[in-house]
Structure formats: structure tokens, C-alpha cells
């Protein structure tokens, strides 16, 4: 077995690498071009309210872009 010696600086960076490329391998491995599985643009709306996380303002954006979308419903 040989032994190398690396910085710690060094070596913490190649393991932030390491782990950031198994998190990319596991998110590009994943159907991510999969459609969504609720067609109903109604419900993916509430859905967003019920969360109380986004200004009424992103909401009524979100609502125009899913009105245009082909794939949702209204």
C-alpha cells in the first residue's frame, strides 16, 4: 500500500467535489424530464397557497404560465 500525503485544504476540496458529483450523478439519473403527475392547474395553484411561502405575486405568475402551458388543464 502506498502512502500519499495531501494538505487539508486539498483534501477537504476533493472531497466537496466528490460529494457534489454524487449528488448530480443521483438528480441526472432521475426521470427529470418526466411531466408532472397533476394535470389540473387549479390544484398545483392551491396547492402553492396552502404553502403561505410566496407573495401573491408569484402566485398570479405562476397561474399565467400554467394557463398558457398546453400540458395543464384549467
Keep these: 500500500m502506498?502512502?500519499?500525503t495531501v494538505p487539508k485544504k486539498e483534501y477537504e476540496n476533493l472531497v466537496?467535489?466528490?460529494l457534489r458529483y454524487d449528488y448530480l450523478?443521483?438528480?441526472i439519473e432521475g426521470d427529470?424530464?418526466?411531466a408532472p403527475p397533476i394535470k389540473s392547474?387549479?390544484?398545483v395553484i392551491?396547492?402553492?397557497k396552502?404553502?403561505?411561502l410566496y407573495k401573491p405575486t408569484f402566485i398570479a405568475s405562476l397561474e399565467k404560465g400554467l394557463?398558457?402551458?398546453s400540458y395543464f388543464k384549467k
Excluded: D
Design 25 to 27: 450523478k443521483q438528480t
Design 32 to 34: 427529470i424530464f418526466s
Design 50 to 52: 396552502k404553502t403561505k
Design 67 to 69: 394557463n398558457r402551458s
Design 16 to 18: 466537496e467535489r466528490a
Design 2 to 4: 502506498v502512502t500519499i
Design 41 to 43: 392547474a387549479k390544484v
Design 46 to 48: 392551491s396547492a402553492f
